[in-house]
């Protein structure tokens, strides 16, 4: 065809017979190795700077996958779950904090029904992460309290141990003597511990340098002689039950039902008449080696079940103590014998682990822990979900119009209804026979739910005292706009610790009849007092930005000052000041760890008082923090990616009047 | 009376009386000093003279006023009433000046006082100072009945408990002191040479807390601005690196990393100094770290004299070279100059105090005795803790507002200044970055001061900073208001410090115009 259209006596172009050379980009500025080449290697010293981080990078997660695979115990997160989320909340009361969590579910699914709009996706997700965090404790209710080992060694018997049980249950004792290395590191990931004798007031268990060495399979165990007597008293050191364990009965194991509510004691005795292990050699009995022919030489785990596992809190002794009665006074042999349960050596576990054995022995337990509540966190607010949406679209405009009513009543009521569900009543036979749910004290209140408690009260408390101290700075009355300005100077000029000391200590004298508050309500004040001083110079910030016409068109239309300021200058100010206020709650929900220090267990407070009041987590602790960590970070980034999700959606404006 | 109907037509219900009198001044007092009575700063100073004589004397006053006027022994009326009585007495003569204004202009312009908006102000502020005053007097004697110890404010005399295990040397580091004329000895004997005394203690924690306080603020502004660099970088990885460091750092409690740092990482080393891992003559250990110490020899001084000379010489070139920049447009290489008249000078005091007897200065090693190091420095782990928490954490947030801040230099000015010809370094040295700075600057404040304030949490790591003593000597003597007292002032002086100083660097980096 081409041909036809040749006519030499006319100057055309004609197009070359060959293709031209390809006018496309170069291979190396376009798909991935484009994309490499721009992002990463666009110049030697960018090059060079790539091939550096990466090899750190690579580094730092080997180490850390490595690390957390075969090496870390994650069992301290595992067994410790429900104290960590709702501290030592009584058991049996915790489908409270369940209902709790369900309404929350609920409202949450509900809203987002009904108003999700852009962000939706992202409220969905965030929302999942903060509900799988709070509903752990649905699951972790099944969990039953862990064990207590006790090595002995060929130096070391324990000496008499307390702890309390009430009448009916049941304690199982075993003695599990160690004779090869696989035992030793069967048994390896244990954790447990137990109030011990008052003369040692810092120990929970034995943990020294040889059971690490046991645990890492360093030491020969293949020959031994042990001969225990394991007893049990009761609190006036009468022998209740006692079992003798020799080389011939192996894993000796007792149960013993407990008579009464009491404290108890366990005792092991090393019984010295045992006889060496002799090897029969040529007829003739000979000892096997020196060192071990010795009677008495051996390891083993004294292992106890079932009873209850306690924390060191001043509190919860005293709680005990009007339980059970008084301590008694522990009877050790000599000093030495009690004093030498306080060891001070931290040792990690250091053994290899496979990653078959990391997914069969520290996360399986944990996933079997949470998946339940996911479960039911997820079928909640689905169905939620659902409704509200089925609202949003249906044709009539009032269903929408109820079901977001109901979401809002349903969020006001949220609130108050969660504190008296947390509280209870303090005479449950007063109200009706269905809502009799007895007191919480509120010094049992604990873990991730404290934390939130403290969060969602100092906050809603704080916004409308931070709108009247702004609204106070801000005024022309030099009294009051002076003694606003020393209140929020004072308060941001010192740390928030400074704050919580004052409310901890001083605040009990303000009035008589403050003395016996609560330790939650006085830093409940103390955080809200100074969660008020920031919101107002944020809310001021924003007062600020309201142009002066807009009073002064008020104004023009009479307005007095209380209408102009409630109707024309706050609902645009404040919309204005979201995205801020969002970042400040966020800080304020990371500040909240600071109520720790001064004696409260929040999340951070409960996992310190496990890792590291008790001595048998506390190798454990780099696995506990960086739980803590992660849980934190997620909640506070969801938090504070919302605030910049606002802010870039133009909340941090005031919006420009709609028909102008 | 015509002015009655005037106003009694106004639409307002409300008048504000500072207009009307704009419009028709009220006549002038012939009498002078009536005049002068009137000008409210003589007002404000007769009134506020009048509440600090009756807050001075109230303990006297109160018998007489509660005995004669209220008919009851003044001991036996509760502290509520007594609170309420001052905070009447306070608010009285402002009450009764407004009751008086009110009735002159209800009198000369016929505004009755429901309607007037001033006078409603002045009785809002006379409740709310009546209010004020009772509420916080009353917790004030509260606190002073209910605690079980009396609140003591000679506290800072008693002795400490413990020893602080840490801090400056007071008998070494501290004998300048002694030669400030007439209240020197004094001094030294009030801190130095009691030890153990609640002061001295207290002296150490505010030193410890500014040693920390200081030492991260340097780290964090470097990191914070390599990391805010980073987070602008055309290299993806290592924008995005920044940005990770950035998130993980900030949405994570500081409390929470510290404990992470000093039990996760410091805790688990080993606590024996002869298992400490060592880099060099840095030894690291459970215990902290320990690394050479630098001394000053007897030449030292030559060393000392010089390297201040070349300062000065350098700063005088500095100006001078500008000045001919000024003058004839060669390049200042101000820099260049600077330095070349330092090194040089400090080269110089080098030889001299080689030639005259040696180095001036010497390293002190630490040395692996039987049971611990001798010699050397020593950063203890809490300290060692404390530095690098409020580094990482500080550092964070400086990256984000270094990011904001070059961020917010417009593409345009930097593409105007290539276009002027100006590399890149002068380009970031003169165009990006003193625009940048002016918005760094505040923010940048902002952090210091958290910073400051968060390295109390050292109480949570066993580092004796001031809050850390003030709770022991607290636990010991009982005495929460005088220590809370005590520390509030402490923490807000450092707080005004760093505000001050930044406030000078602002105000340097301000735009100048003319």
């Not at chain 1, 110079?537 to 023009?556: C, F, Y």
Request: overall charge neutral; charged content about 15%; proline content about 5%.
């Amino acid at each position: 065809m081409s041909e036809s259209y040749h006519r030499p006596d006319e100057t055309f172009y004609i197009a070359p017979k060959d293709a031209p050379p390809s006018r496309r980009p170069p291979a190396l500025t376009i798909g991935p190795a484009g994309w490499l080449r721009k992002n990463l290697f666009s110049s030697v010293g960018n090059t060079l700077i790539t091939v550096i981080t990466v090899a750190v990078i690579a580094a730092f997660f080997y180490e850390l996958i490595t690390w957390s695979v075969a090496k870390a115990e994650w069992n301290v997160v595992n067994n410790t779950t429900r104290l960590m989320m709702v501290g030592l909340y009584p058991v049996d009361q915790i489908w409270r904090i369940e209902l709790i969590a369900v309404l929350l579910v609920f409202l949450s699914g509900l809203g987002l029904g009904v108003w999700g709009g852009n962000a939706r996706g992202f409220f969905i997700t965030s929302l999942m992460i903060i509900i799988a965090a709070l509903i752990i404790p649905i699951g972790a209710e099944r969990i039953e309290a862990p064990p207590v080992r006790f090595l002995i060694t060929p130096t070391d018997a324990i000496g008499p141990m307390l702890f309390v049980g009430d009448q009916g249950d049941t304690v199982r004792l075993a003695v599990e003597p160690i004779d090869d290395n696989a035992i030793a590191n069967e048994t390896a990931p244990f954790v447990g511990y137990i109030e011990n004798s008052p003369g040692s007031s810092s120990s929970r268990a034995l943990w020294n340098n040889a059971k690490a060495q046991v645990v890492a399979g360093s030491l020969d165990l293949t020959n031994y002689n042990l001969q225990l007597t394991v007893q049990l008293l009761d609190a006036n050191g009468k022998v209740l039950e006692e079992q003798l364990s020799t080389p011939e009965r192996r894993r000796v194991n007792f149960e013993f039902e407990l008579p009464d509510d009491d404290w108890y004691y366990v005792q092991v005795l090393r019984d010295e008449t045992g006889e060496a292990i002799y090897d029969t050699v040529d007829g003739v009995q000979l000892p096997i080696a020196p060192a071990r022919s010795l009677p008495n030489t051996g390891y083993a785990w004294v292992r106890i079940d079932g009873v209850t596992t306690m924390s060191s809190q001043l509190t919860d002794v005293e709680q005990r103590t009007k339980k059970y009665g008084d301590v008694p006074a522990v009877q050790c042999p000599t000093a030495t014998e009690c004093r030498r349960l306080v060891l001070e050596e931290n040792v990690r576990f250091e053994g290899a682990r496979s990653f078959k054995a990391f997914l069969k022995t520290q996360l399986d337990p944990f996933l079997q822990e949470i998946i339940v509540s996911l479960i039911v966190g997820f079928a909640v607010m689905l169905t939620a979900y659902a409704i509200g949406n089925f609202a949003k679209q249906s044709r009539s405009p009032d269903s929408k119009k109820v079901v977001s009513r109901f979401t809002i009543i349903g969020w006001v009521v949220f609130f108050p209804l969660s504190w008296i569900l947390l509280s209870g009543f303090e005479d449950p036979n007063s109200v009706h026979p269905f809502l009799r749910m007895p007191e919480v004290a509120q010094s049992l209140w604990g873990g991730l739910i404290l934390t939130i408690v403290l969060t969602f009260v100092s906050l809603t408390v704080a916004f409308p005292i931070g709108i009247l101290l702004a609204l106070g700075r801000r005024s022309k009355l030099p009294i009051i706009s002076i003694f606003c300005i020393l209140f929020i100077e004072i308060v941001r000029g010192v740390p928030l610790i400074t704050i919580l000391f004052m409310a901890k200590f001083i605040v009990p004298y303000f009035a008589k009849s403050m003395s016996d508050t609560e330790l939650l309500i006085r830093l409940l004040v103390g955080l809200t007092l100074f969660t008020a001083a920031y919101n107002a110079e944020i809310i001021r910030g924003g007062l600020q930005i309201i142009p002066k016409g807009q009073i002064e068109a008020s104004q023009a239309l009479g307005l007095n000052p209380f209408s102009t300021n409630l109707f024309i200058v706050l609902p645009q100010a404040l919309r204005a000041v979201i995205p801020a206020m969002m970042s400040q709650s966020v800080s304020l929900f990371k500040d909240t760890t600071l109520v720790s220090i001064v004696g409260l267990f929040e999340f951070l407070g409960m996992i310190e008082l496990i890792v590291n009041g008790q001595q048998i987590y506390r190798p454990y602790q780099r696995e506990a923090y960086l739980f803590v960590g992660v849980i934190y970070f997620i909640i506070s980034y969801i938090m504070s990616s919302l605030s910049r999700r606002l802010e870039e959606s133009g909340a941090g404006t005031v919006r420009k009047m709609r028909k102008a | 009376m015509t002015a009655k109907t005037d106003y009694s037509r106004n639409d307002d219900f409300f008048v504000n009386t500072a207009d009307l009198s704009a419009r028709r001044p009220p006549p002038r007092s012939k009498n002078a000093v009536v005049q002068f009575l009137k000008r409210p700063i003589v007002l404000v100073s007769i009134y506020l003279a009048y509440v600090v004589l009756l807050l001075i004397n109230w303990d006297s006053l109160k018998n007489w006023l509660v005995d004669d006027i209220l008919n009851r022994p003044a001991a036996e009326i509760g502290n509520g009433i007594e609170a309420m009585w001052l905070g009447f007495w306070i608010a009285l003569p402002y009450l009764i000046y407004s009751i008086i204004s009110a009735f002159a202009i209800q009198m000369r312009l016929g505004i009755p006082f429901f309607r007037n908006l001033d006078f409603l102000s002045d009785i809002t502020q006379v409740v709310f100072l009546f209010a004020v005053v009772a509420g916080l007097y009353t917790l004030a004697l509260n606190v002073m009945d209910n605690t079980q110890i009396p609140i003591n404010w000679n506290v800072v005399q008693r002795q400490f408990p413990v020893e602080v295990s840490e801090g400056p040397d007071f008998n070494k580091e501290i004998t300048w002191l002694k030669d400030i004329p007439l209240i020197g000895n004094t001094l030294a004997d009030a801190i130095v040479l009691q030890p153990g005394t609640v002061t001295r203690s207290l002296i150490t924690g505010v030193i410890n807390t500014l040693r920390a306080v200081l030492l991260a603020l340097i780290f964090s502004t470097v990191l914070g601005v390599f990391v805010g660099v980073g987070l602008l970088s055309n290299n993806w990885l290592v924008r995005n690196i920044s940005t990770v460091y950035v998130e993980i750092f900030r949405n994570t409690p500081l409390l929470v990393q510290l404990f992470f740092i000093y039990r996760g990482l410091l805790g688990v080393l080993p606590t024996s100094p002869r298992d400490a891992h060592q880099f060099g003559d840095f030894y690291l250990s459970g215990r902290g770290l320990n690394f050479p110490k630098v001394l000053t020899t007897d030449t030292y001084s030559y060393f000392f004299v010089c390297v201040i000379a070349g300062l000065v010489v350098g700063a005088f070139l500095w100006r001078w070279r500008l000045k001919v920049q000024d003058e004839t447009g060669k390049p200042a290489n101000t820099l260049a100059w600077f330095s070349l008249a330092f090194v040089g000078l400090g080269a110089v005091g080098l030889g001299l105090a080689f030639a005259l007897g040696g180095s001036p200065f010497k390293l002190d090693y630490p040395v692996l005795d039987r049971f611990n190091f001798s010699g050397g420095s020593r950063w203890s782990s809490g300290y060692l803790t404390l530095v690098v928490g409020l580094t990482f954490y500080t550092g964070a947030f400086i990256a984000d507002i270094v990011r904001a801040g070059i961020q917010s230099v417009s593409y345009g000015q930097i593409e105007a200044a290539r276009a002027h010809g100006l590399t890149s370094n002068q380009t970031l040295r003169l165009v990006v970055l003193p625009q940048a700075m002016r918005l760094i600057v505040p923010p940048l404040t902002n952090q210091y001061l958290n910073l400051s304030k968060n390295s109390s949490l050292a109480i949570a790591i066993g580092f004796y900073d001031l809050y850390n003593v003030a709770t022991v000597v607290q636990n010991q003597t009982g005495q929460a208001v005088a220590l809370f007292a005590i520390l509030m002032g402490a923490y807000l002086v450092i707080s005004l410090l760093i505000s001050l100083l930044m406030n000078i660097v602002n105000r340097s980096l301000r735009l100048k115009t003319r």
